[in-house]
Each structure stands twice: as C-alpha cells, then as structure tokens.
C-alpha cells in the first residue's frame, strides 16, 4: 500500500511555526516511505475561511521547500460530504436534533455544575416522528449529530504508543450543520478515505477528534464499504520557553513575520525536524538531508520547548556555510549582484541574516563613518599601503610594514587598523575584507580624508 499522508490547514489564519512543524513532519514521511504528501485546505467554515490566507498558505509551503504532490480544497468537495452524509442517515447512524444553541448551552452549564462530564443527552433520539414533524414545521431545521458506539476506543500511535479513549467520556458530534453545511470532523474523514491517506499525522490537540474520527470511519465503512481509517500519529505541542502554549505568539512566530525578519526557510526546517528528539539542532541546507534521519521512534512524549532565539543561532549557523551557489540570485535581489563569491565567503561567518550582507558591502564598497583612534599612525599605515592588484596576502605583508615602521603589535596594531578600515571593532578577517576595500578608499579612510 502506498502511503499517503496530508498536511490540512483551515484557511482561517496565516500558519505559524507549530503548524509547520506538522506539515514538515508530513512531509518527511511521505518521502522517506516513497508516499504521496497531499496539501489540503479544510475550508468548509466558509465564515471563517478567506482566499488571503488561502493564498498565504500556499506562499510559506512554497518558501519553506514543502511541495506538495496532490493538492485539494474541501469546499471542491462538498457532493462527497453529501454522499456521505445521505449513507449515514440511511443506515441510522446520523440522526437530527433539534436544540439550539441556547438549549445546548444550559444543558452543558447544568451538566458541569453537577460535576458531570458536558456529553450530550441524545434527547433528540427520543423525539417520536410526531415531534420531529411539528417542530419541521414550525420552522426548525436539524443540525445532525453521529451516534456513536458505546464501547472504548483505541489506536497504536506512531508517537504516543497505545492509545485508549473511554467512550462514555465522548459527545456524539455534530457533522452536519442546520444548512446543511458539512463539520469538519466529517469532510476530514471522507476525505481522508477518498484521497488515500494512510497516516494521519497531526499535533495532539485533535486526539479526541480521532476517537471521534475512528467510530466515524467505521460507521462509514458500514454504511459506504469504504476504508480502512488510517493510522495515527500525534505529535505534542511545542511549548514557549517558559513552558506555556505557543498560540499566544502566533502572530509573532507566523511564517511570514519569520521571512520578513530574514529567517532561512532550511532554519525553520532544521530546528523543527529535530525539536522534540535527542538529536543535536544542526543548520541542514537541503531538506533532502533530513530525510534519512526522519523517525518517529525519534519523538519524545514531552512537550518541546520553541525558542526563537534557538531558531536565530540556526540561521546564523546555517548563513555560516551557505555556499555562493545557494545564496547568489539573493545576494542580487539585495542589491549586491556584483558583489562577488570572494564577498560573501569572507562576510557569511558574521552575519545572522542575509540582509545583513549589506552592511557589509557597505563597508567594502559604501559610505561609513571610520573610527580614526591614531591620525599620525593612520598617516603611517597609508603610506605603507603597497600597490594593487590585492590579494588575501596583502594584509599580513602590509600590517608587517606597519609593525616594523610604528612598533606596534597585537592588538594595538590590529584594532586602530580595523576600525579605521571598517569603523567596527569586530568583523570579517581583514585579510579577506582589505582586497574588496581597494587602496584608494583604504587610504581615503586611514586618512581622514573621506567614508
Ligand atoms: N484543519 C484541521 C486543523 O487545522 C486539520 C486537522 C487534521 O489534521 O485533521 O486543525
């Protein structure tokens, strides 16, 4: 059987780095079990699903290198959920109520003030056809709720091992609305049927959806003949530093506030393919190269903690050792087109993101403000400066001559240099820096004569 597995956001927001992580986490999977990945948007909360976020979602899939191989909209769908829904009620398992939200609310209140669990009463399985007929015609139109089997539950997690859910503890869900709209807990189902997923990966908030889920793909095996439900693994939820939920930075750890502060899409992936395991963070450039490393087995229980200044260090790790190659066609979106490989190879190290490479070549080739510490030895280092062509030699032949002309050495010979070549007191090794500086701005600035 060939996996497949899906990744399925609701276009209601903009994805975040916890929903990356799952649909990384899908995608790792489908390619190291040769499975198809499927990218689909649960939008049947048409109130709540927007085209925008649709479209973002689609974008920070793209930047982050997760391309999907099959590609759905549950709104395309929704004659399936109607097929389904039709079965359902034909073999008794989906039956009408009639309560509104009102009538649900004290219900629940009542339920909770007792100590009792908030389940459902099922007062509308006991409605005689006399009574469904008078409030039909008084204008009131079911919503439909899944009657679910008595027994337990249960599943073998691929993260969290065997799983047992008591179904005295479980509410009959609605799956169908007054419109007649379909819920999610059902388009989910039959979708997951129809389009072949095998494996449903997906953070542990929705393990009470899967027991719900699980008794709904049997019901719609015996109603349809479709199935089998698929396997299941939830993955904890990452946690902020202090321990507490994430959803309350969301709008701070989105993807796209992450790209605008320059984050390298293979950080994100690096940090998050590893978080929650044993394994060492290490800045990986391709995805390709997790694939192989990819285990559930490799999960722990415990909620992993997301640290976005962890995420910052892998980016500047992973800056580090990009090769020109990689990085050239940004480098010219920056406006740094002709700045060259030997650039960027002697900048990568001290830069944490790549809009910092500018700065940089501002140094090199710009405008700056040098720190001029010594004139008459700056007057003396401009003097020895020898003739061009340059090369990563020149540096050491040149601070040679200065040594021996001023007496200076260490750190007294080397930083009033550095900072009258770089106005900086910490950077790029000056031997690399000093030939894309050239000789008439170095001397211009040992001078005090120009930036
Ligand atoms: N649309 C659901 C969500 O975003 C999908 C959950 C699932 O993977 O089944 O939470």
Known sequence: ?????????????RLHVGNARIALVNWLYARKHGGTF????DDTDTERSKQEHADAILRDMEW?????DTFARESDRMDRYAAATEALKASGR???????????????????????????DRAALKLTADERRKLEGDGHRPHWRLKLGAGDVAWDDLVRGPCHFLGAHLSDPVLVREDGRPLYTLSSAVDDIDLGITHVIRGEDHVANTAVQIQLFQALFEAMGRGPAPVFAHLPL?????GGALSKRFGSLSLETLRDDGIEPMAINSLLAHLGTADPVEPFLHLGDLIQGFDFKRFGRAAPRFDPRELQQVNAKLLHVLPYAEVAGRLEALGLGGAGEAFW???RGNIERLSDARDWWAVCRGAIAPALDDAAMGEKAASLLPAEPWDDKTWSQWTGAVAAATGLKGKALFMPLRRALTGRDHGPELKSLLPLIGRARAAARLTGKAA
């Open 38 to 41: 499927l990218l689909r948007l």
């Open 64 to 68: 982050l290198g997760l391309a999907h």
């Open 345 to 347: 190879l002697a900048i």
């Open 1 to 13: 059987m060939t996996v497949g597995v899906r990744f399925a956001p609701s276009p209601t927001g």
């Open 94 to 120: 989906l039956y009408p109520c009639y309560e509104t939200p009102g009538e649900l609310e004290l219900k629940r209140k009542s339920l909770l003030t007792r100590g009792l669990p908030p389940i459902y």
């Open 238 to 242: 990452l946690v902020d530093a202090s």
